[in-house]
């Protein structure tokens, strides 16, 4: 891999580590597979939406919209 050592739990997240890493967290860490629900499938809206017309709480607690955070 690289003449750093192998990939630990601690550098795992970090160049160059994290190229292998990423591609083998099960065996860094403990790891199961969940089976998806179908009953909760997530239906995306179709409609699509002017992004600039979206809105988020900023962090003073006020509705910001994209377009006046971009401004």
Do not use: Y
Request: charged fraction near 15%; glycine fraction near 8%; aromatic fraction near 10%.
């Amino acid at each position: 891999m690289s003449n750093l050592g192998p990939a630990t739990t601690k550098n795992w997240g970090d160049p160059p580590h994290n190229r292998w890493a990423f591609q083998h967290v099960q065996e860094l860490f403990p790891t199961c597979r969940l089976a998806r629900d179908p009953s909760a499938a997530f239906v995306l809206p179709t409609t699509p939406q002017d992004i600039l017309q979206l809105s988020f709480e900023g962090a003073g607690g006020t509705s910001t919209s994209i377009c006046e955070f971009l401004a």
